[in-house]
């Protein structure tokens, strides 16, 4: 890679571990309403439930509904009180990787930038409230493509929306599964690990940025 090759029309970010970080735990809201350590991720997340939401077969609000409904019947707590965890855990954003941002701007100067992301409809809420919406060019997320990642589909999906070639794209993810799944329909791909790595991939994808 380098100077010879041809420059990229758009670089392509996950949201979450690369663009967005989260707390390692919410031990600190669970206690507050005297759940277990990891009990909201171990419902929320659940394989018959979460691909659901993802996707779109259900909405958001009927997600977070059947959340509290399993916190509920699970420990023993009132279903209106888990609601409420619920409701504060959904309320968080989650911070930006400053680091990242200003790569993601850098390469904005030569590029576009888009969002692919493994979300409901209310990571336009967050991305709203993170200030990110204008930073991008474009943002995608699985419950509107109607397929979610690893999936080659919602890789040719996220394609046909920018109306691109996966030869005319980079693609940048922390799950080692999504970029194996990037790069077996074509997309050059990057594991996300550190800003200085991926400045260096980035770099070599002819998509210079800061003073280097």
């Known amino acids: 890679m380098g100077d010879n090759i041809t420059r990229p029309l758009f670089?392509?970010?996950d949201l979450d571990g690369v663009l967005r970080q989260w707390p390692k735990s919410d031990a600190d809201l669970e206690a507050r309403y005297s759940l277990p350590p990891g009990s909201i991720s171990s419902v929320a997340f659940l394989p018959d439930l979460l691909p659901l939401a993802l996707t779109g077969a259900i909405s958001d609000t009927h997600w977070r509904s059947s959340i509290a409904s399993g916190l509920s019947a699970r420990h023993q707590i009132a279903r209106?009180?888990?609601v409420d965890a619920v409701a504060e855990w959904s309320?968080?954003?989650?911070i930006i990787n400053m680091d990242v941002l200003q790569i993601v701007r850098e390469v904005r100067r030569v590029a576009k930038v888009a969002i692919f992301t493994n979300a409901t409809n209310k990571v336009l809420l967050d991305l709203g409230k993170l200030s990110l919406i204008s930073e991008v060019?474009?943002?995608l997320y699985s419950s509107d493509l109607g397929y979610s990642?690893?999936?080659p589909e919602s890789f040719h999906e996220t394609l046909r929306r920018l109306g691109v070639s996966a030869n005319e794209v980079v693609f940048v993810d922390d799950t080692a599964a999504n970029i194996d799944a990037a790069s077996a329909v074509g997309i050059v791909s990057h594991l996300y690990t550190s800003p200085s790595a991926l400045a260096v991939f980035l770099r070599a994808c002819n998509l210079p940025f800061g003073s280097s």
């Open 11 to 13: 670089a392509i970010f």
């Open 80 to 82: 209106a009180r888990a």
């Open 91 to 94: 309320a968080a954003t989650g």
């Open 137 to 139: 060019d474009a943002i």
């Open 149 to 151: 990642k690893p999936s």
